[in-house]
C-alpha cells in the first residue's frame, strides 16, 4: 500500500495542481501541508500559490520541473 506522500507526489508529477480539498477527497488526507513539507524535505519541488475562491484563500500545490 503506498503512502499518502507517495500517492500525492505521484499526482503533482502529472503537472496537475492540487488543493486541500482535492487532497481529502482524492487521498483521505487532512493535512496536505505537512505532506508537502515532509516531501519538499527529501528533495523535491513543489510549489505553492495562493488563489481566491469565493470568500476563501486557498493554496494550489504543484511540482514544479
Known sequence: MKSQNAKI???LKTKKPLT???AQEMFSC???ASRVYD???QGHPIVS????????VIAEYRYAS
Open 9 to 11: 507526489l505521484n499526482y
Open 20 to 22: 486541500t480539498k482535492d
Open 30 to 32: 487532512y493535512r496536505l
Open 39 to 41: 516531501l519538499r524535505s
Open 49 to 56: 500559490q495562493t488563489k481566491k475562491v469565493g470568500n476563501a
